[in-house]
């Protein structure tokens, strides 16, 4: 299912964070914790890999990058202190995994991409628009606010429940599927907000109301210029929220201007194979090194 278009090449960029996170609990929930014979925890790196390459075949990229956060401390925590505070702490047998991925993203070759004050998603928006203007761009997540990065030349693949299961959008499909355009993902959260990441939107209004609205007038600014024909109820909750509905939509749109550095060059999926299957040798995973093709170092 190549979705490389008009003869450019594609590079596929990874939340790395959705897909250590959706690993991790999905083997979780089977009561088995995956470990080396030294105790370490590896079921999510096992996990991610099994997502990863299912993902990596599909869609046939020539070039990938992996995003990752930093810590919670960003630029949208200066803004407002709650967000995300809703979130608990890892699990202790996750922690150690992102370390050990991010060693295997290295063994592969493929650059791992952060930013300080910044999150995943924001460095995933950089690259996208760089990348867009010579590349067909693919982003494998499973975070619906990534939709609003969908253009003519970046797709978004949001990976569904059960293994190898997605939903591919493009402008068309999400217009399709949800009657907005990209930007309007943004109007819709700073309405509604975000109970994941923990910021209200305008109190009393949900998603219901929300994309009734936005789909009507096409934007906040379309919104409250047309206060006075909405009906008393929503006004007076747009009124009393109007900071808060400003705020909200800050929070919600991907910064795409973060100052990462990831060349092209760089991203190009060129697999050494001794180097990788020794990784994988190292953290007991022959059935990873068979899954790519890779025999075990003697």
Not at 78 to 106: D, H, T, W
Not at 153 to 163: D, F, L, N, P, Q
Request: with cysteine; net charge negative.
């Amino acid at each position: 299912m190549a979705i490389s278009q008009n003869g450019k090449e594609s590079i596929l960029l990874v939340d790395g964070m959705a897909l250590m996170f959706r690993a991790f609990y999905a083997s979780a929930a089977t009561g088995y914790i995956r470990r080396t014979k030294a105790g370490l925890p590896t079921n999510a790196v096992y996990g991610f890999m099994r997502y990863f390459w299912d993902a990596v075949q599909k869609f046939a990229p020539s070039h990938i990058a992996c995003c990752w956060d930093l810590g919670s401390k960003t630029f949208r925590t200066e803004q407002f202190a709650a967000y995300k505070g809703n979130r608990s702490e890892a699990p202790n047998e996750l922690i150690p995994q992102f370390s050990v991925i991010r060693e295997v993203m290295e063994s592969l070759g493929i650059p791992n991409v952060s930013c300080p004050g910044y999150e995943a998603d924001d460095c995933i928006g950089t690259l996208a628009s760089k990348f867009s203007e010579d590349m067909n761009v693919l982003i494998l997540t499973g975070d619906h606010d990534m939709l609003q990065l969908v253009s003519e030349r970046t797709s978004v693949i949001i990976m569904k429940k059960g293994h190898g299961n997605y939903m591919v959008y493009t402008p068309e499909s999400l217009m399709e599927e949800k009657q907005l355009t990209p930007r309007q993902i943004i109007d819709l959260k700073g309405l509604m907000g975000d109970t994941s990441d923990n910021y209200p939107g305008v109190r009393g209004i949900g998603e219901k109301t929300a994309l009734k609205l936005v789909q009507e007038y096409g934007s906040v600014e379309g919104i409250l210029e047309n206060l006075d024909a909405l009906t008393k109820s929503v006004r007076n909750k747009i009124e009393t929220d109007l900071e808060m509905l400003h705020l909200s939509r800050q929070l919600a749109e991907i910064r795409c201007d973060v100052e990462v550095v990831c060349a092209t060059d760089s991203c190009r999926l060129e697999l050494n194979a001794a180097a990788v299957a020794a990784k994988f040798e190292e953290l007991e995973m022959a059935s990873i090194s068979s899954m790519l093709g890779l025999a075990a170092t003697p």
